[in-house]
């Protein structure tokens, strides 16, 4: 029943390795994201998927890399981890109607430790 | 630019005290979106409200109600009768109303509700 879901809940890794986090909906929207929530609570897109096509990238490291298989999913690869990288990630959800978005529906969040 | 503003960073009450949080924001679009989100200390978002920018009625729902207000740029949202399990951060958002606009968060509003 679960419309947003991410795996793991949780991510404890040393510096230098690389992890991923993945996230399927079942919706059926066209659209997901991925977000980034520091220590501070505050929220910052990193990327947008429409129909496995990148439409937002802000600027974030390129060891950031997500991967969209098809709509339903949209998978966050760290290449060489850093310790500024512990945050919360969401990904989210929502329809694109071909004129506007509509409301993103959230994950429960991943909680990346980097030791 | 997009900006959202919410001033209080954390307020406390005393249950069945009523609360209103604040939220303003900037943009440059004459048609957009606005959102309300609560983050329980479970961590995961949870939608609460989405208002669109040609729609300034205010809206009630149970013990939630929202003021919208284009003349002053805010979209205050306002619990009456405050309860325990109302506790959280709550967050603003903004997003453009064209495809690929992308969500812009307050950097929220923790609330205390105290037995």
């Known amino acids: 029943d679960t419309a947003v879901s991410q795996t793991p809940k949780y991510l404890v890794t040393q510096m230098g390795n690389d992890k991923s986090i993945k996230c399927e909906q079942n919706l059926g929207h066209d659209t997901m994201y991925w977000y980034k929530q520091d220590s501070k609570k505050f929220l910052k897109i990193m990327f947008s998927?429409?129909?496995?096509?990148?439409?937002i990238n802000e600027t974030v490291p390129n060891r950031f890399s997500p991967k969209s298989p098809d709509k339903a999913h949209l998978n966050l690869h760290i290449n060489s981890l850093e310790l500024g990288d512990s945050a919360v990630y969401f990904c989210?959800?929502?329809?694109?109607?071909?004129?506007?978005?509509?409301?993103?529906?959230f994950g429960p969040g991943t909680r990346l430790t980097v030791l | 630019a997009q900006k959202v503003t919410q001033a209080q960073t954390e307020i406390s009450v005393v249950e069945k005290e009523d609360v209103t949080l604040d939220c303003v924001y900037e943009?440059?679009?004459?048609?957009?979106?606005l959102f309300w989100y609560k983050q329980p200390p479970s961590g995961e978002l949870v939608f609460l409200i989405r208002r669109n920018s040609f729609d300034e009625q205010n809206e009630i729902s149970g013990r939630y109600s929202w003021n919208f207000q284009k003349s002053t740029s805010s979209f205050n949202f306002t619990i009456t009768a405050s309860q325990v399990v109302d506790s959280a951060v709550y967050f603003c958002a903004l997003s453009g109303y064209e495809m690929g606009q992308n969500f812009v968060f307050g950097p929220g509003t923790r609330l205390s509700v105290l037995p």
């Open positions: 989210a959800s929502s329809q694109v109607d071909g004129i506007s978005t509509d409301t993103q529906y």
């Open positions: 943009t440059r679009d004459t048609t957009y979106y």
């Open positions: 998927y429409n129909n496995k096509e990148l439409i």
